[in-house]
């Protein structure tokens, strides 16, 4: 299907429930509380997998889930003040590399992120070994999943399995990430129920536009006799229906466009202007991609809608992008995954490093490098692991550096003068 296609995460799982859709009363794809809606007024139902067919729904869910799939994801160790990567801890390639035995990490948090946008919830169960470490994430379609309370009250995942007994979960043992707002807490509100009049309206009008090229490219009008004393004899409906056949065969689709076509004696063709309101359909589509952009979060630049754009505020817009949209989902993945994995130790922690964008712009690189080397956050070995390059030989590049004319305003008052010789110091 086209949702699995942009991540296998989800394919992983053998005894998936799938439940079609009805034509006319499609399901939001909520889990086994999921909703079922009324056909939206446009009249093209909504579902997962139709959604998708809408291009800048898919644009929007690969933006973000690729973006947030590329980004280094790595456990960090908290040693007193110093923090480093915990290449030792089992959860740190899982994250970083492999997901379980058949995805690695990039596909199944594509797969994960992709359930959250769309279906407001995305679900991976835990598997750990004897010890309690977890050895893998295996994604879980979220139509399978029933959260439920058991007879103490407390919260469970019931998972659906064909022809067998149902899975229950705990909370602990799967990580469980929450697209859209949530009113009880528990489940995000799933985007494809809520923004199904706006998805319905953009395919209705990629519907109205291929039926717009596919008839209206042929010569629209009427063949009318202008004498009906010269028409042929037994000239009926029959008749009229080949004729037009023929006209269709002759002149239906874009290469067509613009044929000649010899008509019969006594015979005319009335062209039919096409109205203000078809013609101002590209108009209304354009309109439709900023809308779907606003329910995502996204800029409409990076779905390429560049009609509001210039290369003055391209740049901010990007800024935008990261703070705006990808930053609230790597927070929302940092905390489930703490919550989850490393609960109250507060010696380990996750991060999603989002400085991994700045990959694609060499002169932001090293605008970014250059400023925190002058004020000695980076080492040289530090800029140059960023890199992928190694250490300088003889631990010449541990050493920071930062600029003498720095003084504090304490030592400024004292001298009387701010004006200190430039040059640079170890600062460690």
């Given amino acids: 299907m086209i949702f699995d296609s ?5 394919a992983n799982i053998t005894a998936a429930r799938h439940t079609e859709p009805d034509d006319l009363y499609p399901a939001t794809g909520g889990g086994l509380f999921g909703l079922t809606i009324r056909r939206p007024i446009a009249g093209v139902p909504i579902n997962r997998d139709s959604a998708l067919t809408y291009s800048a729904v898919w ?14 994801w790595r456990v960090m160790k908290r040693t007193g003040k110093a923090r480093s990567i915990a290449t030792d801890h089992p959860a740190d390639a899982i994250l970083y590399r492999i997901a379980n035995d058949e995805t690695n990490s990039y596909e199944f948090r594509k797969s994960l992120v992709l359930s959250a946008l769309l279906q407001g919830n995305g679900l991976s169960e835990i598997e750990r070994n004897r010890f309690g470490e977890p050895v893998s994430f295996w994604g879980i379609d979220w139509d399978r999943v029933n959260p439920d309370r058991d007879n103490r009250g407390r919260l469970i995942y019931d ?3 064909t022809g067998q007994p149902n899975t229950v979960l705990k909370p602990s043992d799967v990580i469980h990430l929450r697209g859209g707002p949530s009113v009880d807490g528990i489940s995000g509100l799933s985007v494809i129920q809520y923004a199904k009049e706006c998805f319905s309206h953009g395919l209705a009008m990629e519907q109205f536009g291929s039926g717009f090229f596919g008839n209206g490219a042929m010569p629209g009008g009427v063949i009318e006799w202008k004498d009906e004393a010269v028409q042929p004899e037994g000239w009926g409906s029959t008749s009229a229906r080949n004729m037009k056949k023929t006209w269709l065969n002759s002149h239906r689709g874009a290469k067509n466009h613009g044929g000649v076509e010899i008509l019969e004696p006594g015979q005319t063709y009335k062209a039919i202007a096409i109205s203000p309101e078809n013609a101002q359909f590209l108009e209304s589509r354009q309109f439709g991609i900023a809308e779907v952009c606003r329910w995502f979060g996204v800029p409409p630049h990076k779905v ?15 800024i935008e992008y990261v703070t705006d949209t990808l930053s609230p989902w790597a927070v929302r993945l940092e905390q489930e995954v703490d919550f989850k994995l490393f609960g109250r130790d507060t010696s380990h922690y996750n991060r999603i490093n989002l400085g991994g964008l700045l990959r694609g712009d060499m002169a932001a690189r090293q605008a ?5 080397m002058d004020r000695g956050v980076y080492s040289i070995d530090e800029v140059r692991a960023l890199e992928d390059l190694n250490p300088l030989d003889n631990d ?28 640079a110091t170890h600062a460690g």
């Fill in 6 to 10: 942009l991540g296998s995460g989800l």
């Fill in 159 to 161: 998972i659906a399995e």
């Fill in 304 to 318: 390429a809608e560049l009609s509001r754009s210039t290369n003055n505020n391209i740049e901010s817009q990007n």
């Fill in 368 to 372: 970014f490098y250059q400023s925190m």
């Fill in 396 to 423: 010449l590049g541990k050493l920071r550096m930062v600029q003498m004319n720095m003084a504090t305003v304490e030592q400024a008052n004292a001298t009387g003068n701010t004006s200190t010789p430039t040059g």
């Fill in 59 to 72: 644009a929007c869910c690969e933006l973000i889930t690729k973006h947030l799939a590329m980004m280094p």
